[in-house]
């Protein structure tokens, strides 16, 4: 089952506004981690937050952890087109798994330019 | 190699007949995962290897699908009597170690079951 929710499902912005997904968990996690999609095709990874964190910055990406709220967010500054892509949160350390990753159902984001 | 490789990139195929998905990891990869990615929808986690632990089979849907990695190379995910419902992508992923650490995807392997 899947364990991470993103919100929105869908976002449609114009280049140069900010984007921000939000992303859920249910269960503890020792560290949330973001992905893009393009195409439906491989994921990449984009940044890994660990849950004794609370703030992380990589280029035009900022990712917050809230881990009483069980909840993070991601948010991209000036967004281009070629920014669209969905977006995916995945929690590690999900009751005792020793590897895998739970993956919500992404957020799809659009930027038109 | 340079990154994850899978193949073949799709495959169409009969409903009844048995496919075989392969993965080549990152070089050096001792964990290797397969999951599942049916249209509009997120990842579904399958199977995960880790060194030579037993493998982490609890995401296969059914007895219909197995998984095989030799040493820390290659995998191998078949599915038999394949059914319409398997159509979707299947993504392999590595990662150095498995402790939930970054994984890198491969393109992933488009199949469609007719």
């Known amino acids: 089952s899947q364990q991470g929710e993103e919100d929105p499902q869908a976002l449609s912005i114009q280049e140069g506004e900010n984007a921000t997904m939000n992303c859920s968990y249910k269960?503890?996690?020792?560290?949330l981690q973001w992905y893009r999609q393009n195409s439906g095709r491989g994921l990449v990874h984009l940044i890994l937050i660990r849950s004794n964190e609370r703030e992380k910055h990589s280029g035009r990406l900022r990712v917050t952890l809230d881990t009483s709220k069980k909840s993070s967010s991601l948010l991209i500054t000036a967004s281009r087109a070629a920014d669209t892509a969905s977006y995916f949160c995945?929690?590690?350390?999900?009751?005792?798994?020793?590897?895998?990753?739970?993956f919500g159902k992404g957020t799809k984001l659009s930027v038109k330019p | 190699g340079a990154g994850v490789s899978q193949s073949p990139s799709n495959k169409v195929t009969e409903k009844g007949k048995d496919v075989e998905l392969r993965c080549d990891p990152i070089?050096?990869?001792?964990?290797l995962y397969w999951y599942r990615q049916r249209l509009g929808q997120g990842l579904e986690f399958l199977i995960y290897?880790?060194?030579?632990?037993?493998?982490?089979k609890s995401g296969l849907p059914s007895d219909r699908f197995s998984a095989e990695r030799t040493g820390e190379s290659v995998s191998t995910l078949t599915i038999q009597r394949t059914q319409q419902e398997d159509s979707a992508v299947y993504l392999c992923?590595?990662?150095?170690?498995?402790?939930?650490?970054?994984?890198?995807f491969g393109p992933g392997t488009r199949l469609l079951v007719l």
């Open positions: 995945a929690g590690g350390g999900y009751g005792g798994s020793q590897g895998n990753l739970i």
């Open positions: 269960t503890s996690i020792n560290n």
């Open positions: 290897f880790q060194g030579n632990s037993a493998p982490d």
């Open positions: 070089s050096g990869h001792t964990a």
């Open positions: 992923a590595s990662s150095l170690d498995g402790n939930q650490e970054t994984q890198y």
